[in-house]
């Protein structure tokens, strides 16, 4: 791997699923991973994110609770 995308998400599911799409589109000759860090959203990321189908490795962890934008996984 040769680099690794972090993204944090609090209920911005749209922007979020329009970024990966983007993601997706990107033509790169280095492999890339992307990671999500879903602070508690309650728009349905989660379930966007479990049926996106990404062209690069997809990790994703979740917060169950929004605990703010200082805390740390």
């Known amino acids: 791997m040769k680099a690794s995308v972090i993204i944090p998400a609090y209920n911005s599911k749209e922007r979020l699923y329009n970024?990966?799409?983007?993601l997706?589109?990107?033509e790169c000759d280095e492999e890339f991973e992307v990671i999500?860090?879903?602070?508690?959203s309650e728009d349905g990321t989660?379930?966007?994110?479990?049926?996106?189908?990404?062209?690069?490795?997809?990790?994703?962890?979740?917060?169950k609770?929004?605990?703010?934008?200082?805390?740390?996984?």
Do not use: C, H, K, W
Not at 65 to 73: S, V
């Open 19 to 22: 970024s990966l799409l983007s």
């Open 46 to 63: 989660l379930s966007m994110l479990e049926s996106f189908q990404a062209d690069f490795p997809l990790i994703f962890t979740r917060i």
């Open 24 to 26: 997706n589109q990107q």
């Open 36 to 40: 999500v860090a879903d602070n508690g």
């Open 65 to 73: 609770e929004n605990r703010g934008i200082a805390y740390g996984l």
